[in-house]
């Protein structure tokens, strides 16, 4: 029988709120057995990129990276907010290594096709080397992934850390019985964006496509549906989106996915 694996992704909005990333931190070092953090930060690298005089546009919860929007969400994404999380969960005793997709070459991508739209240095995932990040989960290190890729030619790519978590977690299942969690700031998929109590407790392939088409989802909780179902799809065992307690706390409300 597979181990068990924990692959948690935490969203923007929790990494601007202080208070809630260091709650959210906590939780995650209390999680038992082998686990991996993916971490975006999309707010902070809009702020920051306007602060530096570098304007932002998002197409379908895609951001469009130019080489300066690359020069920040590389600081961004790979500096500042990995390494302030990686150094809260050493805090925390959790021996945690932040790693980009360039690292131990563990995620491969090539730029998004030119359809309609240039995304610019967005990269779509091609291979997750599944077998180098184990070497160092099990040597009971904690991978840290921001939303980085690169192409092994020396390019790094800005990559949707949902897709991130999706790819880590397909590539993985080939070892381990991953369960994925997606955290943010509601408490789950809801039918109602602004009722937190409208929690749509388990969603089959069958009744997202009904929603879907009924307009129920919106901006990034579209592309964050689609990489829950392409995981699901591709054999990762468990998907669940909730707030940050979601992964210690089964008592309160989330959203459980399945084909
Ligand atoms: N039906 C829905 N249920 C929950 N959130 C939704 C829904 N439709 C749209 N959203 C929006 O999706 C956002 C989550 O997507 P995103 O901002 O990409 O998350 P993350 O913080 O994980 O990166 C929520 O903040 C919410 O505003
Ligand atoms: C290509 C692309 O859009 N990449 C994202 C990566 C960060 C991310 O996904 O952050 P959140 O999880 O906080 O939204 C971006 O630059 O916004």
Same mark, same amino acid.
């Given at each position: 029988m597979k181990e068990k694996l924990s692959i948690v992704k935490i969203g923007g909005n929790v990494i601007e709120d202080q208070e809630a990333l260091n709650a959210f931190l906590k939780h995650f070092s209390k999680l038992e057995g082998h686990k991996v953090l993916v971490h975006g930060g999309g707010k902070r690298a809009t702020h920051i990129a306007s602060r530096l005089g570098v304007e932002s546009k998002m197409i379908d919860g895609r951001r469009i990276t130019d080489a300066d929007t690359l020069e920040v969400i590389t600081m961004v994404y790979g500096g500042l907010v990995n390494k302030n999380i990686v150094a809260k969960l050493q805090a925390l005793h959790v021996d945690a290594i932040g790693l980009t997709g360039a690292d131990i070459n563990s995620i491969l991508s090539v730029k998004?096709?030119?359809?309609? !739209? @240039?995304?610019?240095f967005v990269g779509d995932v091609k291979k997750v080397n599944y077998k180098s990040i184990n070497k160092l989960i099990k040597a009971n290190f904690t991978p840290v992934f921001c939303a980085i890729t690169h192409d092994k030619n020396g390019q790094l790519f800005n990559t949707n850390a949902d897709t991130i978590a999706s790819e880590l977690a397909i590539g993985l299942s080939k070892l381990y019985t991953v369960e994925l969690y997606y955290c943010f700031e509601?408490?789950?998929?809801?039918?109602?964006?602004?009722?937190?109590?409208?929690? !749509? @407790?388990y969603m089959d392939s069958g009744t997202y496509q009904v929603l879907k088409h009924d307009g129920v989802f919106h901006d990034g909780m579209l592309p964050k549906l689609e990489n829950c179902y392409h995981a699901i799809e591709q054999g990762v065992s468990r998907v669940f989106i909730g707030n940050p307690t979601v992964i210690s706390n089964k008592e309160q409300k989330f959203t459980t996915l399945f084909l």
């Open positions: 998004r096709p030119v359809k309609a !739209i @240039d995304y610019g509601k408490n789950g998929v809801l039918m109602s964006v602004d009722d937190d109590n409208s929690v !749509i @407790d």
